[in-house]
C-alpha cells in the first residue's frame, strides 16, 4: 500500500494545526493552548518525516541521535532558563533555525543533481543562505546584547556602516545571480559558501548598531527571519509544511516588527537595515537634584486611601521576580475596595509580551491588564501609579524632548497620575541609557530597593494600619 498520501494528509494536518496555534497565540487567555497546538504540529510534522526515512539511505540513525541530543538540550533549557533570560533564549532560537536552514540548503546543494538544479531550487537555495546566515549571526550579537555580555554593552559600527552594508547585500545578491546560473558542481559550492560568509558579516553589521533599547524590536524582526529562512528551505527540500510554518512564522514576525516598530516611534525601513540614530542625553546629576525617596509605611498610608491604583511593571519586575507579590499587594488593595489595574507598554521587558507572560504566571487577571493606548487617557484620573522596574517606558522625555534618543516613542503617562511611586535598586538608567525626570518629578516618590522586597514591605505596612 502506497502510503505517500496519508503522509500528506498528515502535513495537511500539520499545517492547519500551526495556522490554529498561531490564531490561539494572538490572545493571552488561549495563548498556552496555542502553544500546545503548535508543539502538537511540529510532533506530527517530525514523525512524519522520520517514517519517511526510515527505509531511505541509511541516514536514520544518525537523524535519530540528532534527534534525541536536540531534545535533551530543549528540555534542559525550557525547565532550567530563567524568565528574565527567555529574550535571550528566544534570540538564540532565531539563530539556530537561521542556522538549521543554511546547513540543510547546503547538504542539498551537496547533493544536487542537474535534473534537479531547476531555477526554483536554486534561488531559493541562495535565498536560504543570505537570510538564514543573517539571522544566525544577527541572533548571536542580538543575545549578547540582552546577555549584557561586555563585549556586546555599547553599539558599534564602522564609518560609513550603512554604505558598507550595502555594499555586501549586493555582492551577496550578484553572487546568488551566479550560483541559479552555475547550477551544480564544485563551483557552485564555493559560491554558496562565499554567499554564507557575506551574509554572516551583513548579519553582524545590521545588529551591532543597533541600541539594546530597541532588542524588542529587533527579536521580533529575526523571528520573521528566521521563518522566512525556513521557508525558503522548504522549497530547496520539497517540504510543503516546512514552506506552511516557516511563512507564517515569516509574515506573523513581520507583523509583530510593524507593530513594535509603532509602539516605539521607529521606521521599519530602519529597522531592516540598521539604522536607528541617538539623539542627546541630558545631565544627570541636574535632573535628579530634587529626587525624593519614601518608606513602605509612607507608601501603605498614601494606598489605603487610593480608590484607583495602576502598576506599571518593567524588567526591573521580572529581574526581581516581583510578580507575585505585586499580585498580593494588588489583592489586598482590592480587598480593600480599591480599584486596581496594571497599565501593559508593548516593549517593556526584553521582548514582546514579556510583561503578560510573568503577570499570567502570578495568576492576574487578564481583565486587569490594559493596553498603553486605552489607559493613556484615563492617567490624569489616576490616584497612585506604581511602577516597578520600568524606566523607557515611562520616561517623560520621549514626549517633550525631541534630541532624545527616545523621542517620539509612545510611553505609558504615568507622569499624569496624582501620585507616582516608583520602587527601582538606584536611579540607574534603562537600557535607553539615559535619565528619566520622572524620578525627580514634584508627584514622585522613589522607593528604593529590590523590587520583591519592596513590595513586600508595602503589603506587611498595610496590613498594620
Known sequence: MDATPVLKIAYVVAAVLFILGLKNMTHPRTAVRGNYLGALAMLLAIVVTLFQLWKGDGSFPYILIGLIVGSLVGITLAVRIEMTAMPQLVALFNGFGGGASVLVACAELLKLTPERATIDVLIATATTAIIGAVTFWG????????????????????PGQQVINAVLALIALVLSVLLVQTGTGTTAIALYLAIVVLSSVLGVFLV?????????????????YSGLAAAATGFVIDNNVLIIAGSLVGASGIILTKIMCKAMNRSLTNVLFGVLEAGSVMDTDEIYATVRSTSADDVAMILDTAQRVVFVPGYGMAVAQAQHAVRDLANQLIANQTAVEYAIHPVAGRMPGHMNVLLAEADVPYEQLIEMDLINPTMEQVDVAIVIGANDVVNPVARTDPNSPIAG?????????????????????????????????????????????????????????
Not at 140 to 158: D, H, V, W
Not at 216 to 224: M, T, Y
Request: charged share 15%; net charge positive.
Open 139 to 158: 541572533s548571536l550579537i542580538a543575545f549578547g546584547k540582552l546577555q549584557e555580555l561586555n563585549l556586546f554593552k555599547n553599539s558599534f559600527g564602522l
Open 409 to 465: 516613542m509612545p510611553i505609558i503617562n504615568v507622569d499624569k497620575a496624582r501620585t507616582v511611586v516608583v520602587i527601582k535598586r538606584s536611579l540607574s538608567p534603562g537600557f535607553a541609557k539615559i535619565p528619566n525626570p520622572l524620578f525627580a518629578a514634584e508627584n514622585t516618590l522613589m522607593f528604593f530597593g529590590d523590587g520583591k522586597s519592596a513590595t513586600l514591605e508595602i503589603v506587611a505596612a498595610l496590613k498594620d494600619l
Open 208 to 224: 551591532s548598531s543597533i541600541g539594546g533599547a530597541d532588542m524588542p524590536v529587533v527579536i521580533a524582526l529575526l523571528n520573521s
